[in-house]
């Protein structure tokens, strides 16, 4: 009976896998590659370079504050510290240095965790006084086996105000043998009274291009073949913090499989649903030409494959970016395609600042819009709508010319839709309004009749710090079209009037006589404006209603009324 139960026990038992108990657990990349030495610690030179200094002039700090973004290695730098201050070489007779041996007992327990004399404690799970208070009693003896008890304490603002209080007096006068490292995230929450008692390094963010070379190493360690825009892509998205970039290049090792194809750029695009720079060039160029269907159509085909709505105004708002700084003579990207670099170039040609700023401004509105929207798609289709039909609007410097000779569009004309372009020709995005209205009449100089009309002029044609200078420091003598007087109590330098009757010519299309002379003048434009809103706001002030308002509320101020002037 015994043995009938114990064979059928034996072949109801599923089978056994067979046990690996050598196998070792899988570590993911930011733990498998954390910095073990000052020289693996990318993009914090001017940090490792002042400890070292530090060290050698053996002018040791006895708290030490460690600030920056997740990821640039606050704690992977305090436990160097602890290495360096704690190591004694291979033959157990060394001092601290800034190049730890990483094999002696000291360097492998840190490393490792499990140094008994460095201890390392979680702000955000050990907030209370009590928990500082523990620190404070153990401080007071000496170190077991190290040269010098250390304590990391990380994200140090969650401490709480009663333990920052408690600790500060330790913090102030430690014992010789102990040194306090502390890592944030939040350092405006770390109370002033700690940070000017800590030796204080801001970690910056790691550029795009050191995080590259960096996955590109640590792909070439894991045997993986990684395309060098693939870990650009990464790089970028990780925003300066390595530890995000390898996480993300982990994710897109997984994703690559077991094929052997690699981690390809189009595979990362995908998997963090980034917009495609060839689709976001193609979507621009739509835009600028004034096609609402073809447009609308690329967005949804993106949305389609996957693409969050927000990545591709993301896109465009960095794209329009790009062009702006190219069109200044910023040096291109070297990581950059060739075809981003020439369609940048070729738009920075054609673009004018005006049509950049408002590309800008009109992505930048639809950006906040999509990411609070109930439906994002939607919203993003309303702002590409949006961008497209301001080409129809025109630019600020044509219609102040040609509202100064009387041949401004009329609001009919101004508020029709673009015309289609003949087939294989795009109108340029900013001039959609010279392509519906006809050419002004007036071909001759402009000649505004007031001095402030004229400043107004200069300030609408894109001349914003020439009509700044005019507004706050001109004082006109006289003004007769074309030639006008400047006082001479404030002097005006050759550069500036050189400036100045090279901008009128242009703007007004015909040459100016400025002349400065040694009399006072009239007030300023900004005076004479500040003068005119004093005067309205007495008024106010001294009418019955006002006064019967303060004589109620003596504490009330008129900040502002209707139709005053702003002081920009």
Same mark, same amino acid.
């Given at each position: 009976?015994?043995?009938?139960?114990?064979?059928?026990?034996?072949?109801?038992?599923?089978?056994?896998?067979?046990?690996?108990?050598?196998?070792?657990?899988?570590?993911?990349?930011?733990?498998?590659?954390?910095?073990?030495?000052?020289?693996?610690?990318?993009?914090?030179?001017?940090?490792?370079?002042?400890?070292?200094?530090?060290?050698?002039?053996?002018?040791?700090?006895?708290?030490?504050?460690?600030?920056?973004?997740?990821?640039?290695?606050?704690?992977?730098?305090?436990?160097?510290?602890?290495?360096?201050?704690?190591?004694?070489?291979?033959?157990?007779?060394?001092?601290?240095?800034?190049?730890?041996?990483?094999?002696?007992?000291?360097?492998?327990?840190?490393?490792?965790?499990?140094?008994?004399?460095?201890?390392?404690?979680?702000?955000?799970?050990?907030?209370?006084?009590?928990?500082?208070?523990?620190?404070?009693?153990?401080?007071?003896?000496?170190?077991?086996?190290?040269?010098?008890?250390?304590?990391?304490?990380?994200?140090?603002?969650?401490?709480?105000?009663?333990?920052?209080?408690?600790?500060?007096?330790?913090?102030?006068?430690?014992?010789?043998?102990?040194?306090?490292?502390?890592?944030?995230?939040?350092?405006?929450?770390?109370?002033?009274?700690?940070?000017?008692?800590?030796?204080?390094?801001?970690?910056?963010?790691?550029?795009?291009?050191?995080?590259?070379?960096?996955?590109?190493?640590?792909?070439?360690?894991?045997?993986?073949?990684?395309?060098?825009?693939?870990?650009?892509?990464?790089?970028?998205?990780?925003?300066?913090?390595?530890?995000?970039?390898?996480?993300?290049?982990?994710?897109?090792?997984?994703?690559?499989?077991?094929?052997?194809?690699?981690?390809?750029?189009?595979?990362?695009?995908?998997?963090?649903?980034?917009?495609?720079?060839?689709?976001?060039?193609?979507?621009?160029?739509?835009?600028?030409?004034?096609?609402?269907?073809?447009?609308?159509?690329?967005?949804?085909?993106?949305?389609?494959?996957?693409?969050?709505?927000?990545?591709?105004?993301?896109?465009?708002?960095?794209?329009?970016?790009?062009?702006?700084?190219?069109?200044?003579?910023?040096?291109?990207?070297?990581?950059?395609?060739?075809?981003?670099?020439?369609?940048?170039?070729?738009?920075?040609?054609?673009?004018?600042?005006?049509?950049?700023?408002?590309?800008?401004?009109?992505?930048?509105?639809?950006?906040?819009?999509?990411?609070?929207?109930?439906?994002?798609?939607?919203?993003?289709?309303?702002?590409?709508?949006?961008?497209?039909?301001?080409?129809?609007?025109?630019?600020?410097?044509?219609?102040?010319?040609?509202? @100064?000779?009387? /041949? %401004?569009?009329?609001?009919?004309?101004? *508020?029709?839709? +673009?015309?289609? =372009? $003949?087939?294989? #020709? !795009?109108?340029?995005?900013? @001039?959609?309004? /010279? %392509?519906?209205?006809?050419?002004?009449? *007036?071909?001759? +100089?402009?000649? =505004? $009749?007031?001095? #402030? !009309?004229?400043?107004?002029?200069?300030?609408?044609?894109?001349?914003?710090?020439?009509?700044?200078?005019?507004?706050?420091?001109?004082?006109?003598?006289?003004? !007769?079209?074309?030639?006008?007087?400047?006082?001479?109590?404030?002097?005006?330098?050759?550069?500036?009037?050189?400036?100045?009757?090279?901008?009128?010519?242009?703007?007004?299309?015909?040459?100016?006589?400025?002349?400065?002379?040694?009399?006072?003048?009239?007030?300023?434009?900004?005076?004479?404006?500040?003068?005119?809103?004093?005067?309205?706001?007495?008024?106010?002030?001294?009418?019955?209603?006002?006064?019967?308002?303060?004589?109620?509320?003596?504490?009330?101020?008129?900040?502002?009324?209707?139709?005053?002037?702003?002081?920009?």
């Amino acid at each position: 009976m015994t043995t009938a139960m114990s064979d059928s026990f034996d072949l109801g038992e599923p089978p056994q896998p067979a046990k690996t108990p050598d196998a070792p657990a899988y570590r993911v990349l930011a733990r498998k590659y954390r910095p073990q030495t000052f020289s693996e610690l990318i993009g914090q030179n001017a940090m490792v370079q002042t400890l070292g200094n530090a060290i050698k002039r053996d002018r040791l700090a006895h708290a030490f504050l460690m600030t920056g973004v997740r990821g640039v290695g606050k704690t992977s730098t305090a436990r160097l510290i602890a290495k360096a201050l704690n190591c004694i070489g291979p033959d157990g007779d060394g001092g601290p240095t800034i190049d730890p041996c990483g094999v002696c007992e000291p360097c492998r327990a840190i490393a490792e965790g499990r140094h008994i004399d460095v201890i390392e404690m979680d702000a955000a799970s050990h907030t209370g006084v009590d928990d500082v208070r523990e620190i404070i009693d153990a401080s007071r003896y000496s170190a077991v086996t190290a040269r010098f008890k250390i304590y990391i304490i990380d994200e140090v603002h969650m401490l709480s105000k009663n333990a920052f209080n408690a600790l500060l007096k330790t913090l102030e006068e430690p014992p010789p043998h102990v040194k306090f490292l502390f890592a944030t995230t939040e350092v405006n929450k770390v109370p002033v009274t700690v940070l000017s008692r800590c030796q204080r390094f801001d970690l910056r963010r790691i550029s795009a291009e050191q995080l590259s070379k960096h996955f590109a190493w640590v792909s070439e360690q894991e045997g993986v073949v990684a395309d060098s825009e693939a870990l650009m892509l990464i790089a970028r998205a990780a925003e300066g913090s390595a530890r995000d970039g390898l996480s993300i290049l982990d994710q897109a090792i997984a994703h690559a499989g077991l094929e052997g194809g690699g981690v390809t750029a189009d595979a990362v695009r995908q998997m963090l649903g980034l917009s495609d720079r060839g689709a976001v060039r193609d979507l621009l160029t739509l835009i600028l030409a004034g096609d609402g269907a073809g447009a609308l159509a690329s967005m949804r085909r993106q949305y389609d494959y996957g693409v969050d709505p927000l990545s591709v105004l993301r896109s465009l708002l960095e794209t329009v970016h790009g062009i702006t700084l190219t069109k200044v003579g910023t040096p291109a990207d070297a990581a950059q395609p060739m075809e981003e670099r020439a369609a940048r170039e070729e738009w920075a040609a054609s673009l004018g600042y005006p049509a950049l700023h408002r590309l800008w401004q009109l992505f930048l509105k639809g950006h906040d819009e999509v990411a609070k929207a109930a439906l994002p798609i939607e919203a993003a289709e309303m702002a590409l709508l949006r961008a497209i039909y301001a080409s129809t609007l025109p630019d600020p410097g044509e219609l102040a010319r040609q509202i @100064a000779s009387g /041949a %401004a569009p009329s609001v009919a004309s101004t *508020a029709a839709p +673009p015309p289609t =372009p $003949p087939s294989g #020709e !795009a109108p340029p995005w900013n @001039a959609g309004s /010279a %392509a519906k209205a006809p050419e002004p009449v *007036a071909t001759g +100089p402009i000649l =505004p $009749p007031t001095f #402030e !009309a004229l400043v107004d002029l200069l300030d609408e044609s894109g001349g914003l710090a020439i009509a700044a200078r005019l507004r706050h420091g001109a004082r006109i003598v006289s003004y !007769a079209p074309p030639e006008f007087v400047l006082s001479g109590s404030r002097p005006v330098s050759a550069d500036t009037l050189a400036e100045l009757n090279t901008l009128l010519k242009s703007v007004t299309r015909t040459a100016w006589k400025v002349s400065i002379v040694d009399a006072p003048g009239a007030p300023t434009l900004r005076e004479a404006q500040d003068a005119a809103d004093a005067a309205v706001r007495q008024a106010i002030l001294e009418s019955p209603i006002m006064k019967a308002a303060v004589a109620a509320f003596p504490d009330a101020q008129l900040e502002s009324w209707p139709g005053q002037r702003s002081n920009a």
